[in-house]
Nanobody, 126 residues
Framework: EVQLMESGGGSVQPGESLRLSCVGS????????MGWFRQAPGKEREAVSC????????YYADVVKGRFTISRDNAKNTVYLQMNSLKPEDTALYYC???????????????????WGQGTQVTVSS
């Protein structure tokens, strides 16, 4: 059974940091691109970042570029999202996903990904 398990969400103040983790199991993690998406209440799910299977290709949404960093450790079947300088508009449920390709964010759609986690909540508020 394929599973993606996110962790690391929480409630923080603006300007603070969080590090999300996502552990994959039940499939060959190292052969898949990994993506992070987020969904705020009343909004569509949007792509945040993705990383290719070997880490050589990375894309970010413009709104997080320079603040968020995606990375992966294939030996641990884990992908990370380091989020710095968080803003209230970053508040959302964050999902990790696995797919065949890491595409530039404007071209990325949730339907491109095969497997999804349950999400971890990130709340940024003063």
């Amino acid at each position: 059974e394929v599973q993606l398990m996110e962790s690391g969400g929480g409630s923080v103040q603006p300007g603070e940091s969080l590090r999300l983790s996502c552990v994959g199991s039940g499939y060959d993690f190292s052969r898949y691109a990994m993506g992070w998406f987020r969904q705020a209440p009343g909004k569509e799910r949007e792509a945040v970042s993705c990383i290719s299977w070997n880490g050589n290709t990375i894309y970010y949404a413009d709104v997080v570029k320079g603040r968020f960093t995606i990375s992966r450790d294939n030996a641990k079947n884990t992908v990370y999202l380091q989020m710095n300088s968080l803003k209230p508009e970053d508040t959302a449920l964050y999902y990790c996903s696995a797919g065949y390709y890491c595409l530039p964010v404007p071209d990325s759609d949730p339907s491109d990904y095969l497997y999804w986690g349950q999400g971890t909540q990130v709340t940024v508020s003063s």
